[in-house]
């Protein structure tokens, strides 16, 4: 029988990687791929051993210190993240020899004592439960306030998050650290013939408002529909609204909202886009109408920012940390505030300029160079 040997790296790094899926990352998805790949290029002196629970693409094992491991069943239901978490991650780290569990989506393992880093992106679960099928919902009220405070350390993506971790699980406020999300360095204004191409191609040519995330109750796209909808009669031109992103969690009352909108014609629903097709979507907006009920950052806000294109956002939880003076804010619970910031944006050229300078500015708080050496921090932290 073969018994796995420790290296002679100074730390084995046993990292949850089962979100990193080809064609498939979003919010934590991104921040796995752009963290690890600079931690472990930046930590040749370290062993990072990567757990997928399905077969992984090679493009994710980013240097010479990664080692792969695949163990089933593929984690789509609470009972199986249960199963995988409890079960399969203790074998693992146990094998492994692990000197720390790293989990990029805060699910932890209540079955080792391997200390463990959780990063905890936010818990709208707590505040808005009937957004997620029951079961799901249930599964995070009640593992992920026990996961908040066996982590040896947690890591979470703004300070609102911290305060809310901190309040709702009753958890030190010290042994949270802030590690802001990066941007993808692809997204950069584009030439006005080349928005004329993507426009062409979306739109017919005509000017858009853009909205950027997973179609899912908490982001309030039927809000910002509706708010559309009252954009266009009283502004009766060919601007439309482009919503990029794919289905989620109950989306029945989304395409309710669409089915009854005067104005439906309007509206470009792509699905999930390619990231050198969400650059030239975003290069190309008019505007980007961010306005989600909870949101742990909001990387699309500055994603726009960096693209050149003035941000409408909502005026709660961590957005007003990451949109700063760069944004034009609404309540997101009152349709006429986002109509009002849609007509006020569509017809000064001027603010338009004035957030556009602004978000140039503004975006540089945030880069995934910064996250990684943040997080990687947290990792040392953990280890004390």
Known sequence: MYIYEKSTALMVIAVNTRLLIKGKLEGIGWFTYETLKRMTINHP????????????NKDYIFAENVTPVVIGPPTRHPFLWYLWFEFRIPAILKKYKADLFLSPDGYLSQRTRVPQLGVIHDINFVHRP??????????????????????????????????????SFKVDYDKIDVVYDGINQIF????EEEKMEVRSMFTDGAEYFLFVGALHPR???????????????????????????????KTGDIFETYENMRHKDDVVFTGRVSTADLH?????????????????????IVEAMSAGVPVICSNTTSIPEVGGNAVLYADPLKIDQITD?????????????????????????FSWDETARLLWMSVEKSLQ
């Not at 051993?49 to 077969?55: A, E, H, L, M, S």
């Not at 907006?285 to 699309?300: C, K, R, S």
């Open 45 to 56: 002196e370290h062993e990072f051993i990567f757990i997928f629970d399905r077969p992984y």
């Open 341 to 365: 910031a849609m007509i006020k944006l569509h017809e000064d050229s001027d603010l338009r300029t004035e957030l556009v300078e602004k978000g140039f500015l503004q975006k540089n708080k």
């Open 130 to 167: 009937d957004d997620l099928p029951w079961l799901k919902a249930k599964y995070y009220n009640r593992y992920f306030p026990k996961f908040a405070r066996l982590a040896k350390r947690i890591a979470t993506v703004s300070f609102y998050s911290k305060e809310d971790i901190t309040r």
């Open 219 to 249: 982001k309030n796209v039927c809000g910002l529909l509706k708010a559309f909808d009252a954009f266009k009669s009283v502004v009766n031109n060919a601007t439309k609204l482009v919503i990029v992103g794919g289905e989620m969690h």
């Open 188 to 191: 950069e204004p584009i030439s």
């Open 280 to 300: 030239d979507i975003f290069g190309a907006a008019m505007a980007l109408t961010f306005v989600p009920f909870f949101e742990g950052f909001g990387i699309p």
